[in-house]
């Protein structure tokens, strides 16, 4: 499967199995977990061009990455060619292997602010953003759109050749329009379109919460690559069925959820200060602690972790737990 993936960093990008940016999600640990489950390529979560050029903290913690991640593109959001221009220019000492430019979010805020996925409503913003990254790095540039702000304001036939003549190597589809947030199913059909109408590779994401949704997914809309988000919170192994194409090697044994959460908090303590780890820490173990009994109470726990000896018993239970599911 997927024997059309070179060795050759961008085309594990366009032509591989993708972990889509998540903000407040994907961080650099988890990326890594992702990698070495079978990801062939990782985005960093979304980082302000704005905050960028102005130097922000914030902005540049988000930058942080492992060599293990790459090939990893850095995802920048905003609305102003110019903050893009500056922030291309930055990244691209970084050992980036791509730029990704937000055309997708749909949160209001970010969308009031004339970014994200409000930018499928401006085009000539848009296009002036693509050629302000292509102008200021050699790396690729990549764009991540929706199918269209909503059923009445669908992408142009004519966007993936737009953004493509200005400099654009890729482009990822969320299937679905800003209208319809994250909910409903995700149109395969509006996806197959825009592969049809794109010169350039087209990366499919949107609700592969299984092996055969995303095998699904890419044979439905003959997409080159695959983009998975929130199937993989909580199961990166979805990562290493789909690369062996045994659904049953996407359902890990109790031992091996222990340990890659222990790999996992091992890796965040190395960037993250003690004071925040065990905050940032409960959102990724509470993708963890769900679909089987005992999960709910067991959540209870998770969020009030705040010490190792706290993770270690909550550990110690989900490993029974898990162990019983398995057995009944
Ligand atoms: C919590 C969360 C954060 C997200 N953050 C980003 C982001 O920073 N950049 C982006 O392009 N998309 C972001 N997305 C959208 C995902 O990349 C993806 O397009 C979407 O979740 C659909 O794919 P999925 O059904 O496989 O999750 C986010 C989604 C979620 C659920």
């Known amino acids: 499967m997927f024997a059309f993936m070179e060795n050759n960093a961008f085309r594990e990008y366009t032509h591989g199995l993708v972990l889509a940016p998540m903000a407040g999600s994907t961080d650099s640990a988890f990326r890594r977990i992702c990698r070495r489950m079978g990801a062939t390529a990782v985005v960093t979560e979304m980082v302000a061009a704005a905050g960028l050029s102005r130097k922000s903290v914030k902005s540049h913690k988000l930058l942080r990455f492992h060599p293990e991640e790459k090939p990893i593109g850095v995802q920048l959001f905003g609305k102003r060619p110019g903050d893009f221009e ?46 302000a990254v292509s102008s200021q790095t050699s790396l690729p540039g990549t764009v991540k759109i929706r199918i269209g702000w909503s059923p009445a304001e669908p992408v142009l036939d004519s966007l993936p050749a737009i953004l493509a003549d200005e400099g654009a190597a890729a482009i990822a589809v969320h299937g679905r329009y800003r209208s319809d947030m994250f909910a409903g199913e995700v149109r395969k059909r509006e996806i197959e379109k825009i592969v049809r109408n794109s010169p350039v ?30 199937g993989s919170l909580g199961n990166p192994w979805i990562f290493r069925g789909l690369l062996s194409g045994k659904p049953e090697d996407a359902s890990p044994l109790p031992e091996e959820v ?19 780890l065990y905050h940032v820490l409960r959102g990724q173990l509470l993708n963890y602690i769900r679909g089987f009994r005992g999960a709910a109470a067991l959540r209870g726990k998770a969020v009030g972790v705040d010490s190792r000896e706290d993770l270690s018993d909550i550990l110690s239970e989900l490993e029974e737990l898990l162990k019983t599911e398995r057995h009944t």
């Open 201 to 230: 590779p087209v990366i499919a994401n949107g609700d592969s919460r299984s092996v055969s949704d995303a095998l699904d997914l890419i044979d439905s809309t003959g997409a080159a690559g695959l983009m998975i988000g929130r």
């Open 86 to 131: 500056r922030a291309a220019e930055l990244v691209s000492g970084m050992d980036f292997d791509f730029i990704d430019i937000n055309a997708g979010c749909p949160v209001k805020k970010v969308v009031n602010s004339g970014s994200g996925s409000a930018l499928l409503r401006n085009i000539p913003a848009l296009t002036a953003i693509v050629r």
């Open 258 to 276: 222990v340990s890659v959460i222990w790999q996992q908090y091992k890796w965040m303590s190395e960037y993250i200060p003690e004071s925040h």
